[in-house]
């Protein structure tokens, strides 16, 4: 069982903007910032956002992200069928000192 | 471009070893640590092992910790990782990342195509 939780699928229809919400605690999002990763189907994952809120190039600024507390969210503002992938966050986390993955969100493109 | 290629890969039977290597390219491999991620079919990503840019520090998720080893060898731009004592919940496909920065903490920023480990009888 991960420390960090997201639910486990979210849906939306083209252009449609979708959220997907990461819950830590104390040892984790509450200290360290918060990085997101996409998972094609088939593919090798791919950092998404870093530092909670940045966009590596290349990232189309549809994906965003943000941080409060022990929750951390990404937002994709105009979903695309591209867009339909496994994504996850990960804070870094003290007491595994190591990135904690979450256990990962289906965003499904209806 | 950076580019990370894992091999080593395969189908061994419980309590035996294998060792997993990742060579690198695009970038000056000792200026950056590295990490070993986890995915168990149908699973999702779980962290393993990471290690310092100079081999200075390393660490493990509890479940491996004993069993497996992490090491590097800057000279052959490559990370390795160690399994011994296999067991059939090992069964995954390991990638390895790139960290942000020299020291083991910091987000992943290049991953390789992974390769796979299937721990059977």
């Known amino acids: 069982q991960s420390v960090v939780t997201q639910p486990p699928s979210v849906s939306g229809t083209p252009g449609q903007r979708v959220t997907i919400s990461c819950f830590g605690g104390s040892s984790n999002i509450a200290i360290y910032s918060v990085s997101w990763y996409q998972q094609l189907p088939g593919k090798a994952p791919k950092l998404l956002i870093f530092s909670s809120e940045h966009r590596p190039s290349g990232v189309p600024d549809r994906f965003s992200g943000s941080k409060s507390g022990t929750s951390a969210t990404l937002t994709i503002s105009g979903l695309q069928a591209e867009d339909e992938a496994e994504y996850y966050c990960?804070?870094?986390?003290?007491?595994?000192?190591?990135?904690?993955f979450g256990g990962g969100t289906k965003v499904t493109v209806l | 471009e950076v580019q990370l290629v894992e091999s080593g890969g395969g189908s061994v039977q419980p309590g035996r070893s294998l060792r997993l290597s990742c060579v690198v390219s695009?970038?000056?491999?000792?200026?950056?640590?590295m990490h070993w991620v986890r995915q168990a079919p149908g699973k999702g990503l779980e962290w393993v092992s990471s290690i310092k840019w100079n081999s200075g520090d390393t660490a493990y998720v509890g479940s491996v910790r004993g069993r497996f080893t992490i090491f590097r060898d800057n000279a052959k731009n490559s990370v390795y990782l160690q399994m011994n004592s296999l067991r059939p919940e090992d069964t995954a496909v390991y990638y390895c990342?790139?960290?942000?920065?020299?020291?083991?903490?910091?987000?992943?920023?290049?991953w390789g195509q992974g390769t796979p480990v299937t721990v059977s009888s």
């Open positions: 990960a804070p870094w986390d003290g007491s595994l000192d190591g990135p904690a």
């Open positions: 695009g970038f000056r491999f000792d200026d950056y640590g």
């Open positions: 990342a790139k960290s942000s920065g020299a020291n083991r903490y910091g987000y992943l920023t290049n």
